[in-house]
Structure formats: C-alpha cells, structure tokens
C-alpha cells in the first residue's frame, strides 16, 4: 500500500516564475492538505481540497491556489515566486471526516 | 488563540532516558492532538495522538500525557535510543470539516549513546 507521494523531490525556480507540485494520496484517501515548512519552523497549513473543492484555506495569498481531481490526486500551484516561497510543501492526505493525516515526503522548493 | 506552544525548542538526553516535550494550547475547540516525528529531509511522520477524553495514551516506546483543564499536554519517550533522533512536533485540530492542524515550533532531539 503505497503511501503519499509527492512529485518532484526537488525544484530550483527562478522569482518571478510559476511552479506546480503534485501529490497522490494514500490510498482509500479522498481529502489532500497542503502545508508549507520553512527551514527550522514548524508546518504551515495553506488549504485543504475535499470533493474536488477548497474546504480550508490558511493565511495564504491568491498566489497559492489548487486543484483535486476525481482521482483525489491534487496540485499545488504557487505563481510568481519570491524569493521568501522557498521551503519544503508538504501534502498530506486523510479520510474525509477522519483527523488522522499521513505526511508525504515532500517537495523542496528553491527560489533564485 | 490558533496558537500552539511548544518547548523546548531543543533537547539532549542520554540513551535509556526519558525525553519529554511540552504543549499548550489556546483553544478549547481543538479535539485532537497527534505527535508527528520527523528526520532530516523527509516528511512528518505520526507516532502517536489524543482526544481530549483520556488523559494518556501509550503506543510502545512513546506516551502522551494530556491535562485539559491546564490545556497542556506533553510527549514522553521511554528507553530512548540514538534512533529517536530527530525533530518532535506537536499538533492539534479541530473537529469535521475542520482537521486543518496546528503545529508547535518543534523539538529537535538528541539522544547519545
């Protein structure tokens, strides 16, 4: 049973540009959370997709938006990247309802 | 009042020593309070969560203490080994529709040989 996979492990962007990050969820899982973590601090949460919809959103600019698909698969696209967007983006996924959210291994992202 | 606090922010301990990381919490809302490890470049992992209705929970090597009236609760590590090294997080969320989680600042501990 394959867990939460992230795609691409690493990314080096240039500011300015646009970048999209991929996650499957575990399986049986339908609810896919994204969450940002800076160097040494803890996870920040930037939104939840369930249904194929926003759920949940954190405090997060229109920069960051996304999408699920009815394969529960989601992505995170962030557009014109700062320099300060460099972090490791962490999706997480869940059971609708249920608390309990499994961690992918993340994707590390480098603005230049 | 989205807050939690963690301490301390780091932590050396002897192998076969007890660790214990610390939590508190604002929020009464909150309703579930998972620990998640983590080593360097990988992703959280969770080892081990509470509801507010038990004041302990133990899964092998690791306990969580839970005190809702101080709204506190606090990560113990039994026997630890070089292994646990790593960094602790603390975490909490609230009920359907709304299991967004919080997270502390981390731990990062140390466990020598």
């Known amino acids: 049973d394959a867990g939460v996979t992230q795609s691409p492990t690493h990314l080096i962007k240039t500011r300015g540009q646009q970048v999209t990050l991929r996650c499957s969820p575990k399986s049986g899982h339908d609810t896919v959370s994204w969450y940002q973590q800076a160097l040494g601090q803890g996870p920040q949460f930037i939104f939840q997709?369930?249904?194929?919809?926003?759920?949940q959103r954190g405090n997060f600019p229109d920069r960051f938006s996304g999408h699920q698909f009815p394969n529960y698969s989601s992505e995170l696209n962030v557009n014109a990247l700062l320099l300060g967007d460099s972090a490791l983006y962490l999706c997480?996924?869940?059971?609708?309802?249920?608390?309990?959210?499994?961690f992918g291994q993340g994707t590390r992202l480098t603005v230049v | 009042q989205q807050q939690v606090k963690q301490s301390p922010q780091s932590l050396i301990v002897q192998k076969g020593g007890i660790p214990i990381i610390n939590c508190a919490y604002e929020n009464t809302a909150f309703d579930y309070f998972p620990w998640y490890q983590q080593f360097p470049g990988k992703g959280p992992a969770l080892l081990i969560a509470i509801r507010p209705d038990v004041s302990e929970k133990k899964e092998g090597r690791f306990t969580i203490s839970f005190n809702k009236s101080a709204k506190q609760f606090s990560l113990h590590i039994m026997d630890s080994q070089p292994g646990d090294s790593a960094t602790y997080f603390c975490?909490?969320?609230?009920?359907?529709?709304?299991?967004?989680?919080?997270f502390g600042t981390g731990t990062r501990l140390t466990i020598i040989p």
């Open positions: 975490a909490a969320s609230m009920g359907f529709g709304n299991e967004k989680l919080t």
């Open positions: 997480a996924s869940s059971l609708g309802g249920v608390a309990e959210a499994f």
């Open positions: 997709y369930y249904e194929e919809e926003e759920r």
